[in-house]
């Protein structure tokens, strides 16, 4: 019987992620492990991991500015939102799914929880989209732009505007949930949660303008690539070849 | 050369990650060939011994027969697109209670050529968890099986128990508990993968 393949995916690099508590972070603090990560063998179950597709999608989910289904346009800025998935060697994951949230314009979430606040909703906007990365590992999305919105971590705490991301990759080891952040916000300095990423690695979380994906009287353009924990050996490997 | 970009950093899922994540019916997997239901369930426990009233649990699994749905897994091992192994379940924010709908996985294979004991894999994340949490369980009927397996054989033995998902003897289809302790007495067991 052919063996299955067990990719050794390379170390994920804590130093460069949050630590676990964070306590400018309020809830951080008694949801941290106190305990030491435990190395394990690599086996099949943690180099696997679910996909390529695990779930239909369709193109229309990549357009949030209409997939509320409801025949109407939402209201805001309309933002293209796009970039590559990529490995630590800058090869593009392709096949893998990208999911996104996010809040309306006024910074307003379509959840239950999120009620406290007289921000209006949007009855054309769900702000949940899905698609799929192409062979270059490149997503893309047309939305609003999100607003920020305040909340109860500290007084007069406000999140940045920013779009949640999960990804899978090619493995469970390499899942990666983040957000994207817009360049030049002024509250970025001012948010625990963007700033419990280390000031080395921080701003890889910011999407830039970038004036070729805007299109002409239609939206403006933002690009931000994701980098993905990856198989390690292929780096040695490329120098080889080369 | 080749460029070696940093990883994007995590950030937390935050309160509102069920607009997009753990849709109604995730939390079940269907039936394959040779599967025997079983139910999952349990709750996650922040330092407090508080239950954490909305922790998003991803698991991945292989087959009754251990196959991996993944195209790693060059196996025939009655793979099929209609079983992914794949369930995402939020807890419940009144009970705190998470429940998951799968099959039995069959065993599968470690690097040293021995059958690892029948085990599931689970990321744990939340509101206030900057990071995945990644762990796997075991079932407590399989008593044999657990103490042979190169992963559970590596955990201080002191610490095991928190990995053994314990069956509800009578239940039907057959329920394993199995609760996550973020921190304190009785911590999880958390791996670096």
Request: aromatic share 12%; glycine share 10%.
């Given at each position: 019987m052919t063996e299955p393949i067990v990719r050794h995916y390379g170390p994920r690099a804590y130093p460069d992620h949050p630590p676990f508590s964070y306590p400018?972070?309020?809830?951080t603090v008694k949801r941290a492990p106190s305990q030491d990560l435990l190395g394990i063998v690599k086996t099949l179950t943690e180099s696997t991991g679910p996909g390529p597709i695990w779930s239909e999608i369709s193109e229309d989910d990549a357009d949030l500015t209409t997939n509320a289904g409801t025949g109407g346009e939402a209201i805001g800025e309309r933002i293209i939102v796009t970039g590559r998935v990529l490995d630590e060697h800058g090869i593009g994951v392709p096949g893998t799914i990208v999911e996104i949230?996010?809040?309306?314009?006024?910074?307003?979430?379509?959840?239950?929880r999120d009620s406290k606040r007289k921000a209006p909703l949007d009855p054309n906007f769900i702000g949940v989209g899905q698609c799929?990365?192409?062979?270059?590992?490149?997503?893309?999305?047309?939305?609003?732009?999100p607003g920020p919105y305040p909340w109860g971590n500290h007084p007069n705490a406000w999140r940045?505007?920013?779009?949640?991301?999960?990804?899978?990759?090619?493995?469970?080891?390499?899942?990666?949930?983040?957000?994207?952040?817009?360049?030049?916000?002024?509250?970025?300095?001012l948010d625990p949660i963007y700033n419990s990423a280390p000031g080395h690695s921080r701003e890889r979380m910011i999407g830039s303008y970038d004036h070729d994906i805007t299109e002409e009287g239609w939206a403006t353009g933002w690009r931000w690539d994701i980098v993905l924990r990856s198989e390690e050996g292929i780096l040695e490997e490329s120098e080889e070849d080369e | 050369m080749t460029r070696h970009l940093g990883q994007t950093p995590s950030q937390t899922v935050g309160p509102f990650y069920s607009m997009r994540l753990a849709a109604e019916g995730d939390n079940v997997l269907p039936i394959p060939d040779g599967g025997q239901r079983i139910v999952v369930k349990g709750k996650v426990?922040?330092?407090?011994?508080?239950?954490?009233?909305?922790?998003?649990?991803?698991t991945w699994q292989?087959?009754?027969?251990?196959?991996?749905?993944?195209?790693?897994?060059?196996?025939?091992?009655?793979?099929?697109?209609e079983f992914t192994g794949f369930a995402r379940a939020q807890t419940d924010f009144q009970t705190g209670e998470y429940r998951i709908e799968t099959v039995k996985p069959g065993r599968v294979p470690d690097p040293e050529g021995e059958m690892q004991a029948p085990h599931i894999a689970m990321i744990i994340q939340g509101r206030g968890m900057l990071n995945p949490l990644f762990t796997r369980f075991y079932f407590s009927d399989e008593l044999q099986a657990n103490q042979q397996d190169i992963v559970l054989r590596a955990?201080?033995?002191g610490r095991r128990a928190t990995l053994i998902a314990t069956l509800d003897e009578g239940s039907d289809p057959p329920t394993y508990v199995f609760d996550v302790r973020l921190q304190g007495e009785s911590e999880t067991v958390f791996f670096d993968v």
């Open positions: 400018d972070y309020r809830s949230w996010q809040t309306n314009a006024a910074g307003r979430y379509v959840h239950w799929v990365t192409d062979e270059e590992g490149t997503y893309r999305f047309l939305t609003i732009r940045p505007a920013h779009i949640h991301f999960s990804l899978m990759g090619p493995a469970i080891g390499s899942r990666l949930v983040t957000q994207m952040y817009f360049e030049g916000d002024p509250l970025l300095p | 426990f922040d330092a407090d011994g508080k239950h954490v009233e909305d922790a998003l649990i991803e292989a087959n009754p027969v251990g196959g991996y749905n993944h195209p790693d897994d060059l196996r025939e091992l009655g793979q099929s697109r955990v201080p033995a």
